[in-house]
């Protein structure tokens, strides 16, 4: 956009930024080249910003991988009311989970990290916490579980999607209707080459039946 100064000569007037506006270019910049492409330099280039106007939004990159690992964990929410089965309900928040995962890798390397929990991760952990409400579990033991299934996913996605190119990823095209991981919504090179068709597994071993 084109502003004219006092002395009459044309400037270039920026955007004003938001922390949702850097937020989705980062995550649009992870996706497409990895976490390695994201800087404040570099985020603040694609928004045509200066880099320390970013800095208004975010006091540093932990922050904003923060905040972009927060908005890919939304995904996770479930779009309904969960299963009454306690089984079945945590296979929904696991297999969304891996689709999370599976779409945007980089937040797996984000999590080991241990960024602080934002809103979203406090609502999958009250969504947990409700898949399990059927079951007779003291709180510590509740937190415990989703410990479990946190792990069990994890593991499996980063043997399974961590190490696929950001080139190749967007080429796959989606499961077939008919496959196991096709409510998660994994592409098809994913599902063949991972293992989520049962992911309350590792939880039956220490729950009661």
């Known amino acids: 956009m084109q502003a004219t100064n006092p002395s009459g000569e ?3 007037k920026r ?3 938001s922390a949702e506006a850097i937020t989705e270019t980062a995550i649009r910049l992870a996706d497409a080249e990895g976490l390695e492409a994201v800087s404040i330099r570099r985020v603040a280039a ?8 970013l800095y208004d939004h975010f006091a540093s990159k932990r922050e904003l991988l923060a905040s972009m ?4 964990v939304g995904e996770i929410l479930a779009s309904g009311p969960l299963p009454k089965d306690w089984r079945e309900a945590i ?12 779409h945007h890798p980089w937040m797996i390397f984000v999590a080991a990290e241990r960024p602080r929990p934002g809103p979203n991760s406090v609502k999958i952990a009250k969504q947990m916490a409700r898949a399990l409400a059927t079951l007779p579990l003291e709180h510590e033991d509740v937190w415990q579980v989703q ?3 946190n792990d069990y996913v994890i593991g499996y996605s980063f043997r399974t999607v961590a ?13 077939p209707s008919d496959s196991p991981m096709a409510s998660s919504g994994t592409p098809t090179r994913l599902a063949r080459e991972g293992c989520m068709t049962k992911p309350s597994a590792s939880v039956v071993m220490v ?3």
């Open 10 to 12: 044309q400037t270039r």
């Open 15 to 17: 955007r004003r930024l």
């Open 91 to 102: 296979a929904v928040s696991a297999r969304k989970m891996y689709a999370a995962y599976a």
């Open 69 to 72: 690992a927060d908005e890919g």
């Open 163 to 175: 190490t696929v190119s950001p080139k190749i990823r967007p080429t796959v095209p989606a499961a």
């Open 207 to 209: 729950m009661p039946t």
């Open 46 to 53: 694609e928004l045509d910003a200066r880099a320390m106007s």
């Open 147 to 149: 410990g479990i299934v």
